[in-house]
């Protein structure tokens, strides 16, 4: 795998030994993991979103990896107690945490979080900028006049990124969308009911 293809920005605790089962199976299919969260939603909900390389995740895509995953999920047994697995795309507004969404991305609106703080913050909102090694850039558009509005951070310090809904990112969006397949809709979620006591 390449170095801009590793997802460098995970989870931890239960989220993480669900995405470790989860990666095995979307590598085999094609597809790439982009973030697993747990959530209180309908008691307890297990949501995966995934892609595949180009970014692109159809309505059969999520079907496909969510009849696979399950099973899989009821074997290992992740979780304790009754749950909803849902599979989706990333949405337009995505998570990014490869290198590669950082590049495709560059000149879009993000939010970043750090594990730490760098000079005095550990949250960024501005333009994405080239990626450099294994640094990532982000261009503040607030920074006071005779500083150096970009920060630059190697990938491994950042805790959570994600880009900013904009109308030109909707355009890109839309526009991406109509020549993949202009009937599909990206936001597709499909759900499956995990219960311990079934068949007892």
């Known amino acids: 795998m390449e170095a801009t293809d590793k997802r460098h920005i995970r989870e931890s605790g239960v989220e993480a030994r669900i995405a470790a089962i989860a990666e095995p199976v979307a590598d085999g299919l094609g597809f790439r993991i982009v973030r697993v969260r747990v959530t209180g939603e309908r008691g307890c909900t297990v949501q995966i979103m995934a892609e595949r390389p180009d970014g ?52 879009h609106d993000a939010k970043i979080e750090l594990h730490a703080m760098i000079d005095g913050r550990r949250r960024f909102r501005g333009f994405l900028e080239p990626v450099e090694g294994n640094e990532v850039g982000i261009r503040l558009p607030d920074a006071p006049e005779g500083t150096d509005p970009v920060f630059r951070f190697p990938i491994s310090e950042i805790a959570e990124a994600k880009l900013v809904l904009t109308d030109r990112l909707l355009d890109e969006a839309a526009k991406r969308q109509r020549e993949a397949d202009p009937l599909e809709d990206p936001e597709i979620e499909t759900e499956t009911d995990n219960d311990e006591d079934a068949g007892a």
Do not use: N
């Not at 059969?60 to 989706?88: F, G, K, M, Q, W």
């Open 56 to 107: 692109e995740f159809s309505i059969a895509d999520c079907e496909t990896l969510s009849h696979d995953l399950s099973p899989v999920l009821d074997l290992e047994d992740p979780i304790s107690t009754e749950y909803h697995l849902e599979v989706s795309s990333p949405g337009v507004d995505r998570p990014l945490v490869r290198l590669v969404d950082f590049e495709r991305y560059v000149g």
